[in-house]
């Protein structure tokens, strides 16, 4: 007969604790797994995942009001943000490399830092929300080396942490900056290139890209006007746009879905760099007639609206092209109502279906690294390679070639991107203009366009301007606008 142990009189083994389901931890944790496995984006997965949560916390007779959704919306981007931060220090605190972490572990992980690390939720209540999230997702075991890792990164705030997981400035400047700012090395180099200067202006970036945007609405002329969009939102909601005349500034919980003119189609989303783009193609000086636009690159439809709104205006057409299919959709539906004559079609901007010489103003906003909107979609940084701008860049000097064969003599284009890497805007449009890669050089001249911006300050030597968010408040747009000469 097998000896039973025995237990040490008084000690009483503790009963099983069933884990507590948080549905705010739940859902970051689901979010950021889609980001992961499905290479999704956190703005596409989060709507979803919060009508749902809302709708299941409704059937059981619970809530899942606004200051959830926020908690969930702040800890999926503070975690993307972060990411490189954040893995640096977990790196200094488990016996492995991070590689041989499972994935799901390290978000769980990622999730606790942001909490310790980033936010002002107490100790206590983030490493024991955390765990309980581990225990849930993970199971007890793990949820054992979460609480271990916790509690170390635990003893220390982030700007101790950065003091011992960050290179000096001195002995590697880009890799510093990498670690504390939470940038790729190879994103900072390339955003500093660009940038110009020294560490301060640098480092004001790279803080920019971590903050969380505002959301900018734009009112389309002859549908809706900025005032019409501040008297709709309220005072205490909303503020004039900085530099566009179309522009509201929604305060931080702001929902655009809620004001009138934005559920009516007369108004939009739209980052005030973006309405610029389009508002100076649109006012560049013109030789001759004035009755044709293109956009070329519509998709999903922001830039097309308003410039369908302002050619409407002049008594324009515009003509808006999408590769995409299902893109092209999206822009028929920013397009639906607008005053004028316009058409959306699904085409190849490098294998056109209209007939060169047939445009007086076309705009160009190619598809490129997306490294201008970090803000927005934090997750990209860690997703692109260096090797991508050579993926890029024939795409791109396709498009603006055909975009200059499609104006007339004496038109203009707009060259547009949401990047301000030097391979995706200035070498470009330089390439183009000289003949630089074996094609001969297309014959047209640079128009500055900052006379253009009224108003907004910092735009360089010109004749093309980049848009920075340390700057100016807007994605890091960059527009070169080309005369066609001959």
């Not at 799901?104 to 980033?118: C, E, K, N, T």
């Not at 110009?196 to 969380?212: S, T, V």
């Not at 939009?268 to 760099?273: F, K, M, P, R």
Request: hydrophobic content about 40%; glycine content about 10%.
């Amino acid at each position: 007969m097998t000896e039973q142990p025995r237990r040490r009189p008084g000690k009483q083994a503790k009963p099983y604790r069933r884990p507590q389901k948080d549905p705010v931890r739940i859902l970051a944790f689901e979010a950021l797994r889609a980001v992961d496995e499905r290479d999704a984006y956190a703005n596409l997965v989060l709507p979803p995942l919060l009508r749902k949560a809302r709708e299941a916390a409704e059937a059981k007779g619970g809530s899942f009001d606004a200051r959830d959704a926020a908690l969930a919306t702040e800890l999926v981007y503070g975690t993307l943000r972060r990411q490189g931060t954040y893995d640096a220090v977990i790196a200094a605190c488990v016996d492995r490399p991070l590689r041989e972490v499972d994935p799901p572990v390290l978000d769980v992980l990622s999730l606790g830092a942001h909490q310790l690390l980033g936010t002002r939720i107490p100790t206590h209540a983030a490493v024991s929300a955390t765990v309980e999230l581990a225990r849930v997702v993970l199971g007890d075991g793990r949820a054992k080396f979460v609480n271990a890792v916790l509690r170390k990164i635990a003893a220390d705030d982030l700007d101790g942490w950065l003091e011992r997981v960050a290179p000096p400035y001195d002995e590697d400047a880009e890799d510093h900056l990498a670690v504390v700012h939470s940038h790729p090395r190879w994103v900072v180099s390339a955003l500093w290139d660009a940038l110009g200067g020294g560490r301060a202006g640098i480092e004001d970036l790279l803080e920019a890209d971590n903050e969380r945007p505002e959301v900018t609405l734009v009112a389309r002329p002859g549908r809706s006007t900025a005032e019409e969009l501040l008297g709709a939102a309220g005072e205490e909601s909303a503020l004039p746009g900085r530099w566009s005349p179309y522009a509201v500034r929604l305060a931080e919980g702001g929902e655009p879905g809620a004001i009138g003119p934005v559920r009516e189609g007369r108004a939009g989303v739209q980052d005030e760099g973006s309405q610029l783009v389009a508002i100076a193609l649109a006012n560049a000086p013109l030789e001759g007639r004035d009755e044709r636009w293109l956009d070329g690159c519509a998709g999903p439809g922001g830039k097309a609206a308003l410039l369908g709104a302002l050619a409407a205006e002049r008594g324009a057409a515009l003509l808006a092209s999408e590769k995409q299919p299902h893109r092209a959709r999206l822009v028929a539906r920013a397009l639906d109502g607008n005053p004028g004559p316009y058409q959306v079609i699904a085409a190849d901007g490098t294998r056109p279906p209209w007939r060169p010489g047939s445009f007086d103003r076309v705009l160009m906003d190619v598809p490129c690294s997306g490294l201008g909107a970090l803000r927005r979609r934090p997750e990209a940084r860690w997703r692109r390679r260096p090797d991508d701008m050579d993926g890029f860049a024939p795409l791109q000097r396709a498009l603006l070639r055909e975009a200059l064969s499609a104006v007339r003599v004496g038109g203009v284009v707009g060259y547009a991107t949401c990047s301000p890497h030097l391979a995706e805007t200035r070498v470009v449009v330089d390439d183009i203009l000289t003949g630089r890669g074996g094609a001969d050089p297309v014959a047209a001249e640079l128009i500055d366009a900052r006379p253009l911006m009224p108003g907004v300050p910092a735009l360089g030597d010109g004749p093309d301007v980049q848009l920075w968010p340390h700057l100016h408040g807007t994605d890091a747009m960059y527009l070169a606008l080309l005369r066609r000469t001959g």
